[in-house]
């Protein structure tokens, strides 16, 4: 069976978190959270439930990993990414094999582009149209300290500064049309 490979590239706030809990909702797909985020814990929770894929996905595991692993971090970074999406890429049993990067994280690991061009990834641009929620959910995380639950919390308000607001917005609208420009004319879904 061949397998799908996808990257959902977006903009943090945008609804990535509940589009990968969709796609892990379905047998025959992993969609892991953010693999290239330096700071956090990632797992597949389709191929941590199947138990067919030992290691823990996310390349900071990755590296981790071994002494070499580490170095190759350092002096042949784009080496290593590579070998970790070849591995990434290639757990069996799904139609479909994915995860999602924010627009840092592309500019952080730049090289990895060239990957998803010479092997055939889609790119799912996930786009918030309302730019306007989206600063405001970001707002509402920067004081409530909580970005996913599934608890019903209390309502509880929340201040939204006025000052710049014009030019948080324009970033925002930049941010998703950086991302756009990055994979014009590249199997975008």
């Known amino acids: 069976m061949k397998t799908t490979k996808f990257i959902i590239v977006c903009i943090q706030r945008s609804g990535s978190t509940w589009l990968t809990t969709l796609l892990n909702s379905h047998p025959d797909i992993c969609c892991a959270e953010e693999t290239f985020l330096l700071s956090k ?12 894929w030992p ?28 070998e970790y999406l070849n591995q990434f890429y290639s757990m069996p049993d799904y139609s479909a094999i994915g ?4 627009l840092n994280q592309i500019e ?22 309302n ?21 019903k919390l209390k309502f ?14 324009q970033k925002i609208k930049n941010d998703n049309k950086a991302l756009e420009k990055l994979f014009f004319n590249r199997n975008i879904i």
Not at 41 to 52: E, S
Not at 99 to 102: D, L, N, P, Q, S
Not at 156 to 169: F, H, N
């Open 108 to 129: 952080k690991f730049s090289t990895m582009s060239d990957y998803f061009f010479k092997n055939d990834v889609k790119v799912i641009h996930l786009v918030r149209d």
């Open 41 to 52: 814990k990632n797992m597949c929770p389709m191929a941590m439930r199947k138990k067919i």
């Open 131 to 151: 730019i306007l929620k989206t600063f405001i959910s970001r707002i509402s995380v920067s004081q409530k300290k909580v970005a996913h639950t599934q608890k």
């Open 99 to 102: 995860f999602k990067i924010m």
């Open 156 to 169: 509880t308000k929340i201040y939204i500064p006025t000052e710049k607001i014009e030019t948080k917005l």
């Open 55 to 82: 290691h823990k996905l996310g390349y900071p595991r990755y590296i981790n990993s071994s002494i070499k692993r580490c170095l190759k971090h350092h002096f042949l970074r784009t080496k290593l990414i590579n």
